[in-house]
């Protein structure tokens, strides 16, 4: 079992900043790889970033540039940088894990990022 819970989510005017984190518990060792996804009311959830346990990290194009997953192993923390926030990153925040075995899969509540115009 994983624990996910997400914090750092608000509301910011259009290029500001935001850190999100996720505080992860459990059967850490367990872990092959973090990532947060997001989603908006109608739409798919998408993934934003992804870090695996051997440094390597991924993308979404509309984060590019501007958002960074990292992770903190004293405090087993994964964390997501965005700068210059658009209207658009307007979503719903989910931090997730993949497991090397069943469940594979684990996913926090959720944080609310709403970036104004």
């Known amino acids: 079992q994983v624990q996910l819970v997400e914090s750092g989510g608000g509301l910011v005017q259009a290029g500001e900043s935001l850190r999100l984190s996720c505080a992860v518990s459990g059967s850490i060792a367990s872990i092959n790889a973090w990532a947060w996804y997001r989603q908006v009311p109608g739409k798919q959830r998408e993934l934003v970033a992804r870090?695996?346990?051997?440094?390597?990290?991924n993308y979404a194009d509309s984060g590019k540039g501007r958002f960074t997953i990292s992770r903190d192993n004293a405090k087993n923390t994964v964390y997501l940088q965005m700068n210059s926030l658009k209207p658009e990153d307007t979503a719903v925040y989910y931090c997730?894990?993949?497991?090397?075995?069943?469940?594979?899969?684990?996913w926090g509540r959720g944080t609310q990022v709403t970036v104004s115009s």
């Open positions: 997730n894990v993949d497991r090397r075995w069943s469940p594979r899969y684990y």
């Open positions: 870090l695996t346990t051997t440094g390597s990290t």
